[in-house]
């Protein structure tokens, strides 16, 4: 009868030990949010022409402060298609953090969505994709071609005026209709450009 009871104490405290927490667990890596203050778009028409290049810069981030757009008169060359980069830095460091390559190394992680608005008659299209970059993690390229948007092409038709509005999404559902509602995910950083197609 003595030996059940130490057996059945024996067993109790087994229990008991199992079933605490390990505190010696590594805790998960927290993966912190880009700081992205400043977006460059570069068009370079097909077949020749003037490049136009356009930039956003937010050096207070969420502060009071709007972003700076210059230049301030947008102009695109009606029918005509361009192949467009989107650059992204982080200016509070010294020197600038290039986002890029963060965007790169987490392909499958992000994604940019174009939107045209008011009228203007420009379409885009995605020129990259997933495999075209080297995982952070594997240092392998990424298999799944999925659509990122560091390349683009922009295609206008008729004169126009209106809006071109580039956003980074942050997880979103893939793939996906390359539109907002459709991507789903976080914003990085959002920015809407006044643009004239003449």
């Known amino acids: 009868m003595k030996t059940i009871k130490i057996l059945s104490l024996l067993f109790a405290t087994g229990l008991f030990m199992a079933s605490c927490s390990n505190d010696d667990e590594t ?6 949010e880009e700081t992205i203050t400043t977006m460059t778009i570069t068009l370079i028409p097909q077949g020749g022409g003037t490049t136009v290049t356009f930039v956003s810069r ?46 790169e190394a987490e392909a499958d992680e992000h994604q940019f ?8 008659n420009a379409s885009t299209a995605y020129a990259d994709e997933e495999s075209d970059y080297v995982s952070g993690e594997t240092g392998e390229n990424f298999t799944t071609n ?10 206008t038709t008729d004169a126009s005026t209106g809006t071109f509005t580039v956003t980074l999404r942050h997880e979103p559902t893939k793939p996906n209709d390359g539109t907002l509602a459709g991507a789903g995910g976080e914003t990085d950083i959002t920015q809407t450009f006044d643009v004239t197609i003449e």
């Open 27 to 32: 805790p998960e890596e927290v993966n912190e």
């Open 58 to 103: 937010d050096l207070d981030g969420d502060g009071p402060n709007a972003p700076v757009i210059t230049p301030d008169d947008i102009v695109l060359a009606t029918n005509t298609t361009y192949s467009g980069t989107v650059s992204l830095l982080n200016e509070t460091e010294t020197p600038s953090e290039n986002v890029n390559e963060e965007i």
């Open 113 to 120: 969505i174009f939107t045209t608005g008011g009228g203007l």
């Open 146 to 155: 999925n659509p990122v948007g560091i390349l683009f092409t922009l295609t």
